[in-house]
């Protein structure tokens, strides 16, 4: 296969760098770029310049056409851009500040990578996805296929969780969770009742359980204390990501992840208003991957009726973040 170029974006950061260090271990990317505002990023790549593996990796900042350089080329962008929370924030807080941030970057990539798969984890994710979407509409080079949300942070938490609640913490990599919706507190709708392998979980136990996956974020975020939020998971989260994404469209393995798209456009996407009972444009589902990138989106499959409390709770919050990112990405362009 050839060896394709991955530029991260928001480099320098606290998911960017990790992040970077993990993206240049995947044997199939040739070129990592790290791009950030601060020139501390010209270290983070000097820094990872030196491992033995098969990427080059290279820093820019916005001087000499930086972003330029950093996307020209680039088959895959992940964008861990913008300010994170303190306690006491929500997502929708950093709208304001990371919004601009994203509308910059889907601008960026836009000229200079406009078939590049593009995975957004700058929060509010409900939001800033849209952001981009409606950027690269105005830019005519939105492809549907290709923009993700990533949310496989609430994926990753979720198998962890469940394994500690069955006693079992050392076997959370067996359980798979779908987790649907969006990402933010009662957006985030984990279905246990499609876990793999099955699990036997109730009552208040159950409650426990689903709310400490849809606050995971603030758990990290109360510890940090003001020092930020998920750092270290998001990178190993993003990996995940970003690895599945270029295996299934580089490396001929398809596969299937959850991740929040935008589905008018997508095959598939037209009937998960029919799973859900409500016609959403943007939601995180099961996505079926291969060489175009979204390939199907997947239906959702049966709710427990618990679950569909869940959702009915998560679609008003999930309406109000959406129509906020379309407005800013339709008016500010
Ligand atoms: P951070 O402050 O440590 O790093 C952000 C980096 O972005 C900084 O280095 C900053 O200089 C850079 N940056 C700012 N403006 C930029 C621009 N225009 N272009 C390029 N880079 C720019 O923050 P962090 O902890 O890494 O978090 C980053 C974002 O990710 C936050 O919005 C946070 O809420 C979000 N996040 C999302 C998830 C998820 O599951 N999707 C998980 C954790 C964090
Ligand atoms: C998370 O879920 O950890 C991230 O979205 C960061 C946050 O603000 O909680």
């Excluded at 798969?117 to 800033?128: K, L, Q, R």
């Amino acid at each position: 296969m050839v060896l394709i170029k991955a530029a991260i974006c928001g480099a320098g950061g606290g998911i960017g760098q990790p992040l970077s260090l993990l993206t240049a271990q995947n044997p199939h990317i040739g070129e990592v770029s790290l791009f950030d505002v601060v020139p501390s990023v010209h270290g983070v790549a000097a820094d990872l310049s030196h491992l033995d593996g098969t990427a080059v990796v290279k820093g820019y900042t916005k001087e000499n056409d930086g972003l330029k350089h950093a996307l020209t080329g680039a088959n895959v962008v992940i964008i861990p851009a913008g300010v994170p929370r303190k306690p006491g924030m929500t997502r929708d807080d950093l709208f304001k500040i990371n919004a601009s941030i994203c509308r910059d970057l889907a601008t960026g990539i836009a000229d200079y990578a406009p078939d590049a798969i593009v995975g957004v984890v700058s929060n509010p994710v409900n939001s800033t996805v849209p952001v981009f979407v409606e950027t690269l509409k105005a830019k005519g080079v939105f492809n549907a296929r290709k923009v993700f949300g990533v949310t496989t942070l609430d994926i990753v938490r979720s198998s962890k969780f469940v394994a500690e609640v069955l006693g079992k913490p050392n076997e959370a990599p067996q359980y798979t969770i779908p987790v649907i919706g969006g990402h933010s507190g009662k957006t985030i709708i984990p279905v246990i009742s499609q876990s793999q392998p099955k699990v036997d979980i109730s009552g208040d136990k159950l409650n426990t359980l689903v709310n400490r996956i849809q606050f995971g974020g603030d758990e990290v975020v109360k510890a940090k204390d003001g020092a930020g939020s998920a750092t270290l998971s998001m990178a190993y989260a993003g990996s995940k990501f970003l690895n599945a994404v270029v295996s299934s469209v580089y490396a001929d393995k398809p596969s299937v992840i959850q991740a929040y798209v935008y589905l008018p456009e997508l095959p598939g996407g037209d009937a998960i208003k029919n799973d859900i009972g409500k016609d959403v444009s943007y939601f995180s589902v099961s996505l079926q991957l291969g060489k175009s990138g979204v390939e199907k989106v997947l239906p959702v499959g049966p709710l427990s009726d618990y679950e569909k409390g869940l959702l009915q709770e998560a679609l008003p919050e999930l309406d109000a973040s959406i129509v906020k990112g379309v407005g800013f990405g339709k008016s500010s362009l």
